[in-house]
């Protein structure tokens, strides 16, 4: 080879350098969802710092949990308390569609919360879809029933004398209540939906062993035009907790759902000490099942008003 064909075989390569060689693809650290408790519309870890695991069906960690105290159980009784006034005077339209905001938001998250129910209640994606699709559901149903729940309990009571005699049905309070331990979503939405829905402010204690859709749907409650402290989210052991609410002064009512038969004696003595209204345990063979107005009409008052029609003249009346 001459001197100046090796000259331009350099050059070449020189205009043409080797490919580098593909950088490695970095390994991402996993991120894990830090699950908080929900009261007065913030997100507090456990006042105890305690956490417990949360497991799955097959025993395979998914989560830490917060562990509430009974400290936590009496900061969301303040909460909810404070949040009552406001929101027992909204009208029974606005609750209606701050209910209905929340199946929009759950609807917009349906993807996590079918993953959350799989893992929580050991079903397949499909069972797990059809139970989230009913939860959803559910807050719709109870949305629409906001303005007319009046119309079926209340009304004009016929009396004998000159006299109106009116009932209203009114909201009982600050209510607290024991989420169902087997239905993580459907039955939480179930039993919250109804209390909420007429007026009260709730304290929910999640299911013990699997709390995390509960957790969740703090996130959508926050989101949704819920004032905070209308529903405040516990997580932990149901006993523990569940036993200062049910004794606590400023806890108006207590749904013993997720309680077995011996807690729930033991809570309805504790929550006699001022005559807290108790909904017992009942058992619930399909929670998809239309719920009807029970569970509504449980935590309601009802406030009767008599007022004089006047003298009464040839007509009957004195209008």
């Known amino acids: 080879m001459s001197e100046k064909s090796e000259k331009v075989e350099k050059v070449e390569k020189a205009e043409k350098p080797e490919k580098a060689g593909k950088p490695e693809k970095a390994e991402r650290l996993s991120v894990f969802k830090t699950y908080k408790l929900y009261v007065g519309g913030k997100f507090p870890r456990s006042e105890s710092g305690r956490v417990y695991e949360v497991t799955d069906s097959k025993d395979d960690w998914l989560a830490n949990a917060p562990l509430a105290s009974r400290k936590d159980a009496r900061d969301a009784v303040v909460a909810a308390r404070k949040a009552f006034g406001a929101w027992s005077g909204a009208t029974a339209y606005n609750r209606g569609q701050i209910l209905y905001r929340v199946a929009e938001m759950l609807e917009g998250r349906r993807d996590q919360y079918v993953r959350e129910v799989a893992d929580a209640e050991g079903l397949s994606k499909s069972r797990a879809a059809a139970q989230v699709d009913a939860a959803i559901d559910r807050w719709v149903w109870y949305a629409g029933w906001t303005d007319k729940i009046a119309q079926v309990v209340g009304g004009s009571n016929p009396v004998a004398g000159p006299y109106f005699n009116l009932s209203s049905p009114e909201p009982t309070g600050v209510v607290a209540v024991l989420a169902p331990q087997e239905s993580s979503f459907l039955g939480l939405v179930s039993v919250v939906a109804p209390v909420i829905a007429t007026g009260n402010t709730a304290v929910v204690v999640a299911s013990e062993r699997s709390p995390l859709p509960a957790l969740s749907l703090g996130e959508v409650l926050a989101t949704s035009d819920l004032p905070g402290g209308v529903v405040n989210v516990l997580s932990g052991r149901t006993a523990e907790i569940a036993a200062p609410l049910a ?40 929670w998809s099942a239309t719920p009807g107005t029970d569970r509504m009409t449980a935590f309601l008052e009802t406030k009767t008003v008599w007022h004089p029609t006047g003298s009464l003249g040839a007509s009957g009346s004195a209008y």
């Open 247 to 286: 004794a606590h002064q400023d806890v108006n009512a207590i749904d013993l759902a997720g309680a077995d038969e011996a807690l729930a004696k033991e809570l309805e003595i504790a929550a006699a000490d001022n005559l807290k209204r108790v909904l017992r345990p009942q058992p619930v063979d399909d």
